[in-house]
């Protein structure tokens, strides 16, 4: 399909898209709003109007049967816990349920990756290479290059002091980390991941992945330099070797894998002070206090919850509170977080949906490392019904849709499973 005849709006869409994870961070006219959801929100009512329902339905199923699964336990979970209990919480849930579930049903028909993607490489390459000015000036210089592009334009809830110094600095309740034009490394990692995963298993560019996969390391996000670790072995194990006649052979890349060890244990070396530390505080703060809230939970809440959006009015009515609390008492990783909000039936279903999303994507390799990639960070980091979602889950319906088309139209009229390289010859995956 000519990229001429996308329509504008789906051009835009794709464009917002890319952009979420950035323009999250700046605020918009609504003081509750990020820039990011502000502009989505508008976008999506419009193309929510634009598109097939029904197939969209199809398509986002496995997320429309945890959602609602979650509504229904709140609201049953609500009639029995009036002690603590507020329905004002759970209504900004709600809405924020509504706004990305409209989200990922546009992207399942205005989402153009094979149009937006020379652009999201060029921000992923400039990000990258101002992120490793950031680390190179602050070792130089001991100073601070900006992580924004104006403090004043900041998102409320995503603040930060104006003067890295205090932030950074010697008495700073922040040790320094690059991060690029974002305002914490995590925001970067997670914007670039999906380009790593693209270049590893579908560009097949590996030098480019490397380079990239070094500024997340730089980056010490712990998350990050895991996934991107699991992502080399994923691909290092088809290529080091191969079984044949019940034989074990190993190829040339042994060499490379090896190397890529070797590398492992000296940045551990080296920097293992910095990065190991930041992940076991990150493991504590977002999966071990919400197991550990979970085992203080009485029986009934432990089936079916306490509701969503109300862990922080839980624990403060029952005074549970652990060693690893945070600002944010409603903070916690989404799949066991969602043990606490919606008991063990709510995990279960949705670690159901999310096992249904990965068979919805396995016709392709990159779409399945993406849904293992959202899964991955669903099980590290709060990525439901946030900007985190509607990112992240455009890359996979994108791939879940051109795969379902391809199947559609019959293997005949396919030349290659590259979901790309059969865009550029011709056939028309997005409708």
């Not at 419009?46 to 598109?51: E, K, S, V």
């Not at 028909?109 to 992120?131: C, D, E, P, T, W």
């Not at 950031?134 to 995503?158: A, C, M, R």
């Not at 072995?233 to 290529?239: D, E, F, L, P, R």
Request: glycine letters at 6%; aromatic letters at 18%; charged letters at 15%.
């Amino acid at each position: 399909m000519n990229k001429s005849k996308l329509s504008v709006f789906t051009r835009i869409y794709s464009v917002i898209i890319i952009l979420l994870p950035f323009l999250y961070q700046y605020a918009s006219p609504l003081s509750f709003l990020s820039l990011g959801d502000f502009v989505l929100m508008f976008f999506t009512v419009y193309g929510l109007f634009r598109i097939d329902l029904v197939k969209a339905k199809n398509s986002i199923k496995p997320l429309l049967v945890f959602s609602c699964a979650f509504v229904l336990l709140t609201v049953f979970v609500s009639m029995f816990s009036g002690d603590y209990f507020r329905f004002s919480d759970a209504v900004t849930i709600f809405f924020k349920i509504l706004l990305y579930l409209g989200v990922c049903a546009v992207c399942t028909q205005h989402f153009n990756l094979r149009y937006v993607k020379k652009f999201y490489f060029a921000l992923v390459g400039i990000f990258g290479l101002y992120l490793v000015i950031q680390l190179v000036y602050n070792k130089t210089t001991n100073g601070y290059l900006p992580i924004w592009l104006n403090h004043d334009w900041l998102f409320s809830w995503e603040n930060r002091p104006e003067n890295l110094y205090v932030y950074y600095g010697p008495t700073g309740y922040m040790r320094f980390r690059p991060s690029s034009l974002f305002l914490e490394p995590g925001y970067y990692v997670m914007f670039v991941l999906p380009a790593l995963l693209i270049l590893l298993f579908e560009d097949k560019n590996i030098i480019a992945a490397i380079l990239l996969y070094i500024t997340i390391i730089l980056s010490t996000s712990g998350a990050g330099i895991l996934i991107g670790l699991l992502a080399f072995v994923a691909k290092g194990v088809t290529k080091i070797a191969y079984f044949k006649d019940k034989k074990l052979y190993l190829t040339r890349y042994i060499y490379v894998a090896l190397a890529l060890v070797a590398v492992g244990v000296l940045v551990v070396i080296l920097f293992g002070d910095e990065i190991l530390p930041r992940i076991f505080n990150s493991f504590n703060a977002r999966i071990t206090r919400s197991l550990l809230i979970f085992e203080n939970m009485d029986d009934f809440h432990k089936i079916f919850g306490v509701g969503m959006n109300n862990t922080v009015n839980y624990v403060n009515a029952h005074s549970v509170y652990t060693a690893f609390d945070e600002a944010n008492l409603n903070f916690g990783a989404s799949i066991v977080a969602s043990g606490v909000q919606y008991g063990i039936i709510g995990c279960f279903i949705f670690l159901v949906s999310l096992f249904a999303l990965a068979v919805n994507a396995s016709r392709s390799k990159t779409g399945l490392m993406l849904v293992l990639l959202y899964i991955i960070y669903a099980a590290f980091e709060e990525i439901i019904f946030n900007f985190r979602m509607g990112f992240l889950l455009a890359f996979v319906l994108y791939y879940v849709e051109a795969t379902g088309s391809k199947k559609r139209v019959g293997e005949n009229k396919v030349i290659k499973s590259d979901i790309l390289t059969g865009a550029k010859q011709g056939y028309d995956y997005r409708r």
